[in-house]
């Protein structure tokens, strides 16, 4: 009898699929699978019939040809007779650009914010809850436009600059801000730069590595390491006895005032200056309530264990509450990430060329070629998201709290 059943459940049946539930979850996917492609397949043969009927046909020769306008705002080489590959590569590092200054500053912005609204103080509190509010309540292009009318209305023009007796100065004599963007010195990398760029480098590595073997001995031992002032050392001195040893291979180039405009150093336009802070002040304020709330999520218990233990209110959070609140933290972070890329394309209000200001917008104006621009753009900002979930998904994974 056993032996008649033992060979009953070792022989499929097609009724098995929907019957036996070790099979049926994989029969709704893979039908859900089919009916997807079946979607998909007929979109794509309708999209053909229709181009092939209007006497079109998806091409990426156009990427090729000569683009024929000028980009204000650029990181490399570019000149009205590139590519339009070349103008679309030009505008995805000015994405990539002011996509990674927003994410750390928002949340610098939102980590300060969501740790001084539980202050004690209550002017400190209010005043971060009343930043809060008003931000994330405003939508994103209105502060985009807010911020540029006030950097075009408040700082003055290059020309006030001029003269004996100028209306404005630079500060320190290096800065120039003025309502066409911001001036700055340039780096100027000569030789033997490397070798000091290198030892920067691999002091940050060294910082890391001595605040990883502090925090061991703090978990394994209960002994806390002094890591403040070898950090500085470890920070400032190779990299400046090289610097000087070498004969000072890194020097600086002065934005200088010629004609009606400054010439030489960093020229960061205003709307690259607005987009930038509103995008990091808009979202700075989501990310402060995610902090906030991860840290109210941490047992008062530990707080008050820790100061029983003698530690300082800043090492409390340092070493105890925000470990334990990271958990809460970044995965929404992500989200926010994901966001300050995704709204990087409203640079359009303020004449700042990202990618949807090359390729989605003079590029596919000029070529008529919407459907393969189009294309493009949701390739690109589907790579980006992807690469950002997944890198944040790593991070999210090491700072997990592991069983002991």
Same mark, same amino acid.
């Given at each position: 009898?056993?032996?008649?059943?033992?060979? %009953? /459940?070792?022989?499929?049946?097609?009724?098995?699929?929907?019957? %036996?539930?070790?099979?049926?979850?994989?029969?709704?996917?893979?039908?859900?699978?089919?009916?997807?492609?079946?979607?998909?397949?007929?979109?794509?043969?309708?999209?053909?019939?229709? @181009?092939?009927?209007?006497?079109?046909?998806?091409?990426?020769?156009?990427?090729?040809?000569?683009?024929?306008?000028?980009?204000?705002?650029?990181?490399?080489?570019?000149?009205?007779?590139?590519?339009?590959? /070349?103008?679309?590569?030009?505008?995805? @590092?000015?994405?990539?650009?002011?996509? &990674?200054?927003?994410?750390?500053?928002?949340?610098?912005?939102?980590?300060?914010?969501?740790?001084?609204?539980?202050?004690?103080?209550?002017?400190?509190? !209010?005043?971060?809850?009343?930043?809060?509010?008003?931000?994330?309540?405003?939508?994103?292009?209105?502060?985009?436009?807010?911020?540029?009318?006030?950097?075009?209305?408040?700082?003055?023009?290059?020309?006030?600059? !001029?003269?004996?007796?100028?209306?404005?100065?630079?500060?320190? %004599?290096?800065?120039?801000?003025?309502?066409?963007?911001?001036?700055?010195? !340039?780096?100027?990398?000569?030789?033997?730069?490397?070798?000091?760029?290198?030892? &920067?480098?691999?002091?940050?590595?060294?910082?890391?590595?001595?605040?990883?073997?502090?925090?061991?001995?703090?978990?394994?031992?209960?002994?806390?390491?002094?890591?403040?002032?070898?950090?500085?050392?470890?920070?400032?001195?190779?990299?400046?006895?090289?610097?000087?040893?070498?004969?000072?291979?890194?020097?600086?180039?002065?934005?200088?005032?010629?004609?009606?405009?400054? !010439?030489?150093?960093?020229?960061?336009?205003?709307?690259?200056?607005?987009?930038?802070?509103?995008?990091?002040?808009?979202?700075?304020?989501?990310?402060?309530?995610?902090?906030?709330?991860?840290?109210?999520?941490?047992?008062?218990?530990?707080?008050?264990?820790?100061?029983?233990?003698?530690?300082?209110?800043?090492?409390?959070?340092?070493?105890?509450?925000?470990?334990?609140?990271?958990?809460?933290?970044?995965?929404?972070?992500?989200?926010?990430?994901?966001?300050?890329?995704?709204?990087?394309?409203?640079?359009?209000?303020?004449?700042?060329?990202?990618?949807?200001?090359?390729?989605?917008?003079?590029?596919?104006?000029?070529?008529? /070629?919407?459907?393969?621009?189009?294309?493009?753009?949701?390739?690109?900002?589907?790579?980006?998201?992807?690469?950002?979930?997944?890198?944040?998904?790593?991070?999210?994974?090491?700072?997990? @709290?592991?069983?002991?």
């Amino acid at each position: 009898m056993s032996t008649t059943t033992q060979s %009953d /459940r070792g022989t499929f049946r097609l009724s098995m699929l929907l019957n %036996d539930k070790r099979y049926r979850s994989y029969t709704f996917q893979f039908f859900a699978l089919f009916v997807l492609i079946c979607i998909i397949a007929y979109l794509g043969k309708n999209l053909i019939e229709n @181009l092939a009927a209007a006497g079109l046909n998806i091409s990426y020769g156009f990427l090729g040809e000569a683009s024929g306008y000028d980009i204000n705002q650029r990181l490399i080489e570019y000149s009205s007779q590139s590519t339009h590959l /070349r103008a679309a590569f030009v505008g995805i @590092l000015n994405t990539l650009l002011v996509a &990674f200054l927003g994410c750390i500053t928002a949340t610098i912005l939102g980590i300060t914010a969501g740790i001084l609204r539980l202050s004690n103080n209550w002017i400190v509190a !209010k005043l971060m809850s009343i930043y809060v509010e008003i931000f994330r309540n405003v939508p994103i292009l209105i502060w985009i436009l807010i911020i540029n009318s006030i950097f075009l209305a408040v700082l003055p023009q290059p020309r006030a600059f !001029k003269g004996e007796n100028p209306e404005a100065s630079m500060l320190w %004599d290096m800065f120039a801000f003025t309502g066409r963007g911001i001036y700055a010195p !340039k780096p100027l990398f000569l030789e033997g730069s490397m070798a000091v760029i290198g030892a &920067f480098i691999l002091s940050i590595l060294a910082i890391f590595a001595l605040r990883r073997y502090s925090r061991h001995k703090l978990y394994s031992e209960g002994r806390l390491i002094n890591t403040l002032w070898p950090s500085l050392a470890l920070f400032f001195i190779p990299t400046v006895l090289l610097f000087y040893a070498l004969g000072s291979p890194i020097g600086l180039e002065y934005p200088e005032l010629k004609g009606f405009n400054f !010439k030489g150093g960093i020229y960061a336009r205003g709307g690259f200056i607005s987009l930038w802070f509103a995008l990091s002040i808009y979202t700075g304020a989501f990310i402060a309530e995610v902090v906030r709330a991860g840290i109210l999520s941490v047992n008062e218990g530990q707080t008050e264990a820790a100061a029983a233990l003698g530690l300082r209110s800043n090492l409390v959070m340092n070493l105890v509450v925000l470990p334990q609140a990271l958990r809460v933290i970044v995965p929404p972070l992500i989200s926010f990430y994901l966001n300050i890329t995704k709204n990087s394309s409203l640079a359009l209000a303020v004449g700042y060329m990202d990618i949807t200001g090359t390729l989605g917008g003079i590029t596919l104006n000029q070529t008529g /070629r919407a459907i393969e621009a189009v294309l493009l753009l949701m390739l690109f900002y589907l790579i980006i998201s992807l690469s950002i979930s997944a890198i944040m998904n790593i991070y999210n994974r090491s700072i997990m @709290l592991k069983e002991r």
